[in-house]
């Protein structure tokens, strides 16, 4: 069973940089993703990781976050610098055994997910 815990949320101020962590992953060779949730609104694919390291990022990041794993110690990392407000919300990491490439970019298809870290960002 996969129990993923999300790790490195908080308050920080416009400008500063976050780095967030999930553990928990029971097979690393797998789609790893970090999503976002607004208040209200429904799970948006942020990245994606591949088994063998390709990333896919949503339009939206603009080439401030960065998606990355150590394989060694099964973490996944979300690196997000220079936050702005709109970038507060709640940031899942999910992953699925079904998916090792061609990670989708859709919330529902990944079967586990953490409860969530919670990042604010304030002017």
């Known amino acids: 069973q996969v129990q993923l815990e999300e790790l490195g949320g908080g308050s920080v101020q416009a400008g500063e940089s976050l780095r967030l962590g999930c553990v928990g992953f029971?097979?690393?060779?797998?789609?790893m993703s970090w999503l976002r949730q607004f208040p209200g609104k429904e799970r948006e694919a942020v990245a994606t990781i591949e088994r063998d390291g390709t990333t896919n990022y949503a339009r939206f990041i603009r080439g401030r976050m960065t998606i990355s794993k150590d394989t060694a110690k099964n973490v996944l990392f979300l690196q997000i610098t220079a936050l702005k407000p709109e970038n507060t919300a709640m940031y899942y990491c999910?992953?699925?055994?079904?998916?090792?490439?061609?990670?989708?970019?859709?919330?529902?298809?990944?079967?586990?997910w953490g409860q969530g870290t919670q990042v604010t960002v304030s002017s």
């Open positions: 029971g097979y690393i060779d797998y789609c």
């Open positions: 999910a992953t699925d055994p079904q998916w090792s490439t061609a990670c989708p970019m859709i919330h529902e298809e990944y079967e586990f």
